[in-house]
């Protein structure tokens, strides 16, 4: 299965703001795409803070 794609993050259990998915993550991170076809992984943000998080493939029947 790929990864590319859009994915939403669902889950970061580090992190305390009500609304991950509007960070913008600078740094970098690293991700494993598990057999629930989620990813699972961590964000390492530039100043020695990291979070791990769980996203799940975004899927759209809306068009633009």
């Excluded at 939403?8 to 991700?31: L, N, Q, S």
């Excluded at 992984?41 to 998080?53: A, L, P, R, Y």
Aim: one cysteine or more; charged letters at 25%.
């Amino acid at each position: 299965m790929s990864v590319l794609g859009r994915w939403r993050i669902v889950a970061m259990p580090d992190c305390t703001d009500d609304y991950p998915d509007v960070m913008e993550p600078f740094g970098e991170g690293w991700a494993e795409l598990q057999s629930n076809r989620a990813l699972k992984g961590q964000i390492c943000f530039h100043g020695g803070d990291d979070t791990n998080f769980i996203a799940r493939r975004e899927t759209s029947s809306t068009a633009c």
